[in-house]
């Protein structure tokens, strides 16, 4: 089985067969993300402090995709994650910010941490244009099929020894 991510061309290619998928995120790079809408990430220093970074595009390079699970329709974000989520080991190093409320992302701190829960799930644009890093399959009936495909592979892949998950570039 060959997965390929293409960010630029905005397709999930699963053996040839090409979904629409996109990565399209917000962040002071492209200007999109203003300085006073906060992005805190899912985590905390070592000081127990919640800490504040852009968001970038999903990490080029080599992945594997780990695990489907389904998301309880009580979770926070069940709106915009929609019924499950593929997740992958994929991950970055991304800059933390200074953040002050009521001034905003002020600078870099020289700081850095890994940023993970790179994934891939259905969100119709109705809900949201973009995302804090992950593929969005734009149309239903193809998310699911590439989930079934993909729960079928990992299944299969899971019974041999040493499997850790599913190979795919991210290009």
Known sequence: MRIRFLLDEKKFVLDGKEYLCECIVRNEVNG?????EPRPFMGKDKD???FYSFPRMFPRGEW???RSV???KSAKDAHYLGK???QTNAFQSLSIWKYRKGAGYIEPTGKTFDDV???FHFCP???SNTSVGCGLFRKEDEAEEVRKIIEKALAVGKKKKGFLGLP????
């Not at 795919?168 to 290009?171: A, D, I, N, R």
């Open 32 to 36: 999109w993300r203003g300085k006073n």
């Open 125 to 127: 644009k109705e809900i």
């Open 117 to 119: 829960g790179y994934g």
């Open 84 to 86: 499950w989520f593929i």
């Open 64 to 66: 594997k995709i780990t």
């Open 48 to 50: 127990g402090n919640v």
């Open 168 to 171: 795919f570039s991210v290009e």
């Open 70 to 72: 389904e998301v309880p």
